[in-house]
């Protein structure tokens, strides 16, 4: 069965905006910290090490599994890494579905309802990865999500900043970082 709910990602946009609230102002992000995900799952880089959380999540029929959420403020900036292994009760067979479903539940918080932009991609070097780039205005704020499915592993990671900034070279490093295994 597919993921019902995605309530995962209400939780990421709501930590990210909170993060982001308490902003004081830009900061020069020059070495970036490499974050390594669990069982070597993943990399992404941030601008330096994130705070970690790890939140029991259930499906639709209950089955248990863990979001592992990575967050680091950058002056008036949030980056947030989360990652899931869904459970063998997920249909992952079609994950664009299984993205769509996340990403049409996150854009009841953006302004206007919707994303201004979702380019969707599959990485033909890395075989089983399907993946969407979003960007959006929440409340005066730019969002960027990019999320990733390979396999039963789900990665998604969002930026939240000054308006005008989603797609600014240090979002872009962040989006671009991300190296799933």
């Known amino acids: 069965m597919a993921m019902r709910g995605h309530g995962w990602l209400a939780v990421l946009f709501g930590a990210a905006f909170l993060v982001w609230a308490g902003g004081t102002g830009a900061q020069a992000l020059e070495d970036w910290h490499t ?3 669990p069982d070597r799952s993943f990399t992404a880089e941030l601008p330096s090490a994130p705070k970690y959380t790890a939140t029991p999540m259930k499906t ?15 002056g008036d ?15 992952i067979s079609k ?17 206007g309802g919707k994303w201004a932009s979702v380019d969707w991609e599959t990485k033909k070097g890395k075989k ?3 993946a969407y780039d979003a960007v959006g205005m929440r409340k005066g704020l730019a969002v960027r999500s990019y999320s990733a499915m390979k396999g039963r592993r789900i990665v998604t990671l969002t ?4 308006a005008g900034t989603a797609r600014s070279p240090d979002a872009d490093h962040f989006i671009t970082s991300l190296s799933i295994r």
Do not use: F, W
């Open 60 to 74: 639709g029929t209950g089955a248990a599994y863990t979001m592992h959420q990575y967050m680091v403020e950058a």
């Open 35 to 37: 974050l390594t995900g």
């Open 77 to 91: 900036i949030a980056y947030v890494v989360q990652t899931a292994t869904y459970p063998s009760d997920v249909d």
């Open 95 to 111: 994950p664009r579905e299984n993205l769509q479903g996340g990403l049409t539940n996150a854009a009841k918080n953006m302004d």
């Open 159 to 162: 930026y939240a900043g000054p």
């Open 128 to 130: 089983g990865l399907t």
